[in-house]
T-cell receptor
Framework: DQQVKQNSPSLSVQEGRISILNCDYTNSMFDYFLWYKKYPAEGPTFLISISSIKDKNEDGRFTVFLNKSAKHLSLHIVPSQPGDSAVYFCAATDDNAGNMLTFGGGTRLMVKP | DSGVTQTPKHLITATGQRVTLRCSPRSGDLSVYWYQQSLDQGLQFLIQYYNGEERAKGNILERFSAQQFPDLHSELNLSSLELGDSALYFC????????????FGQGTRLTVV
């Protein structure tokens, strides 16, 4: 049972436009959500997080939106840059699980110059 | 550079053998996590330690074990290795054990032949 799903395995966007990466979850106990970026042959790099008490968190070009009723979160990257090309993972955890992260399967983002 | 150091970067070993993967967390981080990334399985949580004690356990095989030492570094021991154990093994660390971003090392690529 996949508790965190990223239904789009890949996404292609033109440089300067907005990239929107989506993530759905099924476990209503999740209360903290994170996005990681991963380049080949490197470990995941933390990007941005959001607590379930918020519906939006912004950090520079990156904004995460959380819709608890729909059990859906999204990552917006504006403007997209070629260096953003990587695999993006959403992850979730709940207070009772320590900090065990449940990851989605990832979305490969390609930003074309 | 996340500050999390994993050694070795690459490991090739034969079936039936035993290996030890090592992780040094970021300075000040008390919590260490181990994740496995196989080709078809995404990032899977194995185990978490917090200040020397096991905190949470995921789908970790009985052939695998881990520990966190007083200096907070951690080791993941994999024994009776099978071809299917070939994967990337990531260590991550965080300051606390709950609802906070974890920082990942570059991983150890294990190949079982």
């Amino acid at each position: 049972d996949q508790q965190v799903k990223q239904n789009s395995p890949s996404l292609s966007v033109q440089e300067g436009r907005i990239s929107i990466l989506n993530c759905d979850y099924t476990n209503s106990m999740f209360d903290y959500f994170l996005w990681y970026k991963k380049y080949p042959a490197e470990g995941p790099t933390f990007l941005i997080s959001i607590s379930s008490i918020k519906d939006k968190n912004e950090d520079g070009r990156f904004t995460v939106f959380l819709n608890k009723s729909a059990k859906h979160l999204s990552l917006h990257i504006v403007p997209s840059q070629p260096g953003d090309s990587a695999v993006y993972f959403c992850a979730a955890t709940d207070d009772n699980a320590g900090n065990m992260l449940t990851f989605g399967g990832g979305t490969r983002l390609m930003v074309k110059p | 550079d996340s500050g999390v150091t994993q050694t070795p970067k690459h490991l090739i070993t034969a079936t039936g053998q035993r290996v030890t993967l090592r992780c040094s967390p970021r300075s000040g981080d008390l919590s260490v996590y181990w994740y496995q990334q196989s080709l078809d399985q995404g990032l899977q949580f194995l185990i978490q330690y917090y200040n020397g004690e096991e905190r949470a356990k995921g789908n970790i095989l009985e052939r695998f074990s881990a520990q966190q030492f007083p200096d907070l570094h951690s080791e993941l021991n994999l024994s009776s290795l099978e071809l299917g154990d070939s994967a990337l093994y990531f260590c991550a660390s965080s300051v606390s054990g709950q609802n906070t971003e974890a920082f990942f090392g570059q991983g150890t690529r294990l190949t079982v032949v």
